[in-house]
């Protein structure tokens, strides 16, 4: 019986009733917040800002490269330039609590956007940088967004045909490169600042003063249906999580945060802005994924939020050396993984210690350090979230001194719920709840909770919230969860099948497969891409319907080893890119087996309901499976 198989019984077997509420401890690191420069969570998330510009002015806030340099932008200057658009915004005389989009990768134009429109009362609409020109238009739409900032003006050019987005007054590129004949609601981002840098300060103030439990963030995430939700998150929902957060994980001053994850994503946005801001702490944003290692050893942070593709693409690139490397590298490798290993449990208390721990240091000064170094020798912890780390990957790491922690939450939570910590650290876990989380398990084996950062529910979507949060304020997460004697919290499973991809993003299989279904050429189909770096399908054939494609194509309708050919496969991904189109811009299958034999109930594919049996199809087809993921993706 395997690990899921067991935990899947043993909350079958505990009854009907629901598990009674707690709130467990974390590690309240009373010591080290003495010593920390915390600022505590009252007001606004701009109040938060403003009080730590006041405490340390001259201290840097933001570390980005420009110009092939590194530049240091201390919170004085942060302050000053925060105004500057603080003031562009009053001069467009967009209303308080209006909507505002952006559109950027991680920079300090992020935060500095982020900032002003908060002191101007809006509420941030992020968006991701690479989704989809439709999927923009969709949320721009819906929120009736009034500015919207875009990293480049032909993000902006790319939305032609998808508007007239009646509502929004002005569209701000930071690149600055307008042409002649663009929208006359573009500017550049320079010349905006300029056009309104003599702006009254009080111009637009109506007076009022946005209050804690405002709307901070309107956070678009996908759900059962191919449209996103918005959630809606107030400025206490996100600081009572970054708060709770600290008192788990002990932040300096003299820490510095390397920002990888998209500020568009509540995980990075809370863990990896608010909890440095909040601490006082430095944050340098990462160039580009294919920077990420360069950058973690030229800047050597203390603290790194990641998904776990970020590790499996370490594990797989050291895989390969030892393979090609001499036979002693390898044994000195796996000694150094079994050392390491039983240090690590030791340390929690879940291991004696043995004469071979004597061999740790020489194992250190000949592998772990030298793996430790690639991530900038300095780390003092790594948040992995958004899916489930490979066990024997996390084993792998953490054997060698890498400081890997899980935790778990969604983006209505704030997004974080629980956490491991280091000195209570169960990496088959996703950890301990925050402290003021209340976790319970409902009748059905769900994960619930109940949080100072719960959501206030979806953007223009009562029926969704209802779904969701009841009038006691327990939110239901979809996820099947276990709890053991010592609090420590594992996922088991998904009342709905979410596939959380390798880099965290969720897509609903279900809604993806009937819209691939929706076209004649697909009888059936099934999703696959959990825990992978890409979404792949199987997919049945419409046998008259191939028939006819076939001869059009110019391949043999009966020739297995056509469906197998590139060619084909890159028709039929054609084919399914236009039926996924409303889906969100992550959603996108890359790889697809085409199959002939349909699924039936008799041959064991589907239940007497008709649905199909998931680990029934990727047991059958595990060949088809490893050989789409093992080749590269399509683009």
């Not at 989009?101 to 900032?115: G, H, K, P, S, T």
């Not at 932040?251 to 500020?263: N, V």
């Not at 919290?489 to 819209?515: C, F, H, N, Q, Y």
């Amino acid at each position: 019986m395997t690990e899921k198989t067991g935990q899947l019984e043993q909350l079958e077997n505990r009854g009907r009733a629901p598990q009674q509420a707690r709130v467990y401890p974390s590690d309240a690191l009373a010591a080290n917040r003495a010593r920390m420069d915390a600022i505590e969570p009252d007001g606004t998330l701009h109040d938060l800002f403003r009080e730590r510009a006041r405490r340390t002015p001259d201290k840097t806030a933001y570390t980005e490269h420009r110009g092939g340099k590194w530049v240091r932008r201390s919170w004085r200057w942060m302050s000053e330039e925060v105004e500057k658009r603080r003031r562009a915004i009053a001069a467009e005389g967009v209303a308080r609590g209006a909507r505002a989009a952006i559109r950027m990768r991680n920079c300090v134009e992020w935060i500095l956007y982020d900032q002003a429109c908060m002191a101007a009362g809006l509420v941030l609409v992020p968006l991701y940088a690479d989704d989809r020109a439709d999927n923009i238009a969709y949320i721009l739409e819906q929120t009736e967004s009034k500015l919207l900032l875009v990293e480049r003006a032909d993000m902006w050019r790319e939305m032609d045909g998808e508007g007239p987005f009646p509502s929004l007054k002005r569209v701000v590129a930071a690149d600055g490169e307008t042409k002649s004949g663009d929208d006359e609601k573009l500017l550049p981002l320079g010349e905006w600042l300029r056009r309104n840098a003599d702006a009254d300060e009080n111009q637009n103030d109506d007076g009022e003063k946005t209050r804690a439990d405002d709307l901070a963030t309107i956070v678009y995430t996908s759900g059962t249906t191919g449209r996103p939700k918005g959630v809606m998150l107030t400025h206490a929902n996100i600081l009572q999580n970054a708060h709770a957060g600290l008192k788990s994980i002990a932040i300096f001053p003299g820490d510095t945060f390397l920002s990888f994850l998209p500020l568009s994503h509540m995980f990075e946005r809370t863990v990896g802005y608010c909890m440095p801001l909040m601490a006082g702490a430095e944050v340098a944003f990462n160039r580009s994924v294919d920077d990420l290692m360069e950058d973690l050893a030229e800047l050597r942070p203390n603290f790194f939020i990641t998904v776990p593709r970020i590790f499996e693409r370490a594990h797989a690139a050291i895989s390969a050396r030892l393979e090609q490397g001499p036979a002693l590298a390898r044994f000195l490798f796996s000694r150094a993984v079994a050392v390491g290993w039983r240090r690590f449990e030791i340390s929690q208390g879940r291991a004696r210690w043995r004469p071979s721990q004597l061999l740790w240091p020489l194992l250190n000064a000949l592998v772990a350090k030298k793996i430790r170094a690639r991530f900038g020798g300095k780390l003092r912890l790594v948040v992995s979230g958004g899916a489930p780390l490979a066990p024997g990957i996390s084993r792998m790491f953490i054997a060698l001194g890498v400081k890997i922690v899980q935790g778990y939450g969604l983006t209505e939570t704030g997004p974080t719920l629980s956490v491991n910590t280091l000195k209570r650290n169960n990496p088959a876990s996703v950890g301990l709840p925050f402290i003021g989380a209340e976790i319970r398990i409902s009748d059905r084996g769900e994960l619930q909770a109940r949080s100072p950062s719960v959501m206030s529910g979806y953007w223009r979507n009562e029926k969704a919230t209802r779904e969701v949060l009841d009038e006691d304020g327990w939110f239901s997460s979809g996820d099947i969860a276990a709890i053991d004697a010592d609090g420590f919290i594992s996922i088991v499973g998904r009342l709905k099948e979410i596939i959380v991809t390798a880099t965290g993003e969720k897509v609903p299989p279900a809604d993806m497969e009937a819209a691939i279904c929706d076209h004649a050429l697909f009888d059936q189909a099934m999703v696959l891409g959990e825990g992978r770096a890409f979404l792949s399908a199987l997919v049945v054939l419409n046998e008259e319907s191939w028939r006819g494609r076939a001869k059009t194509l110019g391949v043999d309708a009966e020739d297995e080893a056509a469906l197998a050919s590139e060619a084909v496969e890159k028709y039929l991904l054609e084919i399914i890119a236009q039926q996924l189109h409303d889906f969100p811009g992550y959603a996108e299958v890359h790889r697809v087996c085409a199959l002939r034999d349909a699924w039936t109930v008799g041959g064991g594919a589907l239940t007497p309901t008709m649905k199909i049996k998931r680990a029934t199809l990727r047991e059958r087809f595990a060949a088809q499976i490893a050989n789409m993921y093992a080749g590269a993706r399509r683009e």
